[in-house]
């Protein structure tokens, strides 16, 4: 056929400490788009904590040695029978929803994200830390021009997913917003926040991430359990922490919002009521994203300049991409390049 059939993937061997190696790169088939799916050829994947989640096995993995990586772009390389959306040599990305049943009464009711039969990119089946995926062609998306592969990657997860968390956190216009925590999803988050109009106050551990913040222009950088300089009328958990709920609660003025956008965090420890939660004050989770969170993301990332700061590594360096992302080593998104 001519076709080098075989590929190189990262696939999770044995969850474990990061530090170790839960992930291997190993050999596979290419694989072949089935109907109404497309072969990506990947260029860049964005390493998300999710995936660090899955490799340390705080996220139980759903399939044995399944590829993570659900911040992908790349280039459409095969149709499957019945594809018709895009055609070969098209830009695409490929996000965590990696499809959905339509049926269930969720998705019936717009809320896709809360489908209870979904595929998960990275975790039900095989993500972007490979040289190649697979994806449905309507759960794909077109990458905005003017974006590098490598800024747009973590638009993908990152970007959509703090989209959602503001869109959770309910601030009214030219309102305070608290971010806790700061990295690939905080860093553009912020600048949608701040390009709307909010006041954004970070509160974050790690120089790194308080040095980004400081360049984005919020309006004020603390440390991770700081109190902010005025009550807030929404904050968003990016930091996987649980005892930082309580402090966010507390920040909150009347009727203010917490939303909690990671897919894992640690325990929350007993909250007071009175001090946390009365006065109408509210906690909330985000549970993954529509496609038309996505779709109205990226037309705003691409409208207004929404630029993910990247630290490209080399496919290869996947373990090391995470071990510096665990440990806080560099500020904004690890993205993954092939050649
Ligand atoms: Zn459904
Ligand atoms: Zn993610």
Not at 87 to 113: H, K, M, P
Not at 274 to 289: C, G, K, Y
Not at 311 to 322: E, K, N, Q, R
Request: aromatic content about 6%.
């Amino acid at each position: 056929m001519g076709e080098n059939r075989l590929m190189q993937t990262w696939v999770v061997d044995r969850p474990g400490s990061i530090d170790g190696s839960p992930l291997i790169r190993i050999e596979r088939e290419l694989p072949k788009p089935g109907p109404g799916q497309v072969r990506v050829a990947i260029s860049c994947c964005g390493v998300c904590r999710t995936d660090l989640h899955l490799a340390e096995g705080d996220l139980a993995p759903k399939r044995r040695q399944v590829t993570p990586g659900h911040e992908v772009v790349g280039r459409v390389a095969a149709l499957g029978d019945g594809a018709a959306r895009f055609e070969v040599g098209d830009r695409v990305g490929v996000a965590w929803l990696g499809r959905t049943d339509g049926s269930c009464r969720f998705c019936r009711r717009g809320a896709e994200n809360l489908c209870t039969d979904p595929t998960f990119t990275g975790w039900d089946v095989d993500g972007g830390y490979a040289d190649a995926c697979l994806v449905d062609e309507s759960y794909a998306y077109a990458v905005p021009d003017g974006l590098e592969d490598e800024a747009a990657a973590p638009l993908l997860c990152a970007g959509i997913i703090g989209y959602r968390a503001l869109t959770r956190a309910d601030v009214p216009p030219g309102g305070r917003l608290g971010i806790y925590g700061f990295g690939g999803s905080a860093h553009l988050t912020a600048q949608l926040a701040l390009a709307q109009g909010l006041r954004v106050h970070v509160l974050t551990r790690g120089e790194h991430n308080q040095q980004l913040a400081r360049e984005l222009g919020c309006d004020s950088v603390g440390g991770a359990a700081d109190t902010p300089p005025e009550r807030l009328d929404g904050a968003i958990m990016f930091a996987p922490a649980g005892e930082l709920v309580p402090v966010a609660l507390r920040a909150l003025d009347r009727g203010g919002t917490v939303a909690m956008a990671g897919i894992w965090s640690s325990d929350i420890p007993a909250l007071d009521y009175a001090e946390t939660l009365f006065q109408e004050r509210r906690l909330v989770s985000v549970t993954a994203s529509t496609r038309e969170d996505g779709e109205t993301f990226l037309a705003l990332a691409g409208r207004l300049g929404v630029r993910a700061t990247t630290v490209g590594y080399p496919m290869a360096s996947a373990l090391d991409a995470m071990r510096d992302l665990k440990h806080g080593r560099f500020g904004g998104a690890a993205v993954l390049h092939n050649s």
